[in-house]
């Protein structure tokens, strides 16, 4: 999965991000979509990508029929398996949406760390 904190060495202190991309009241986009969608583009199935993450196939089903139906464009093409096994795989959308959402996660870790290094002066040390 894709590193999403910024840790203070030696400290045990992390801060963390969770970007959600709202739809209505449909969340279109989060870490664990993105991470999805990463594992889809890496595996080349909806059931490897599901397996990778610790979840179920139709966990994993629903959650991309919600982006699909979220974005103007499809983020996941899949064939069917059959006899054979089935394939998914990104669409230049999904490639986009993900590469615009890691993006957004990577700066906002850089726009928050000027206040996160003054915020570590308050935190204790984590043993």
Known sequence: MHRRTETAAGTGNV?????????????????????????????????????????????????????????REPLVETARGGSRRGHASLTPTGRAVLALYRRMERESLEALAPAWRDLLQFLARTT
């Open 15 to 71: 801060v963390r991000t969770r970007i959600r991309v709202l739809h209505g009241e449909e969340i279109a986009l989060g870490p664990g979509k993105a991470d999805l969608l990463e594992e889809i583009d890496r595996d080349g199935t909806i059931a490897g990508a599901a397996r990778r993450l610790g979840m179920s196939y139709n966990r994993a089903w629903l959650l991309l029929q919600t982006m699909n139906d979220c974005f």
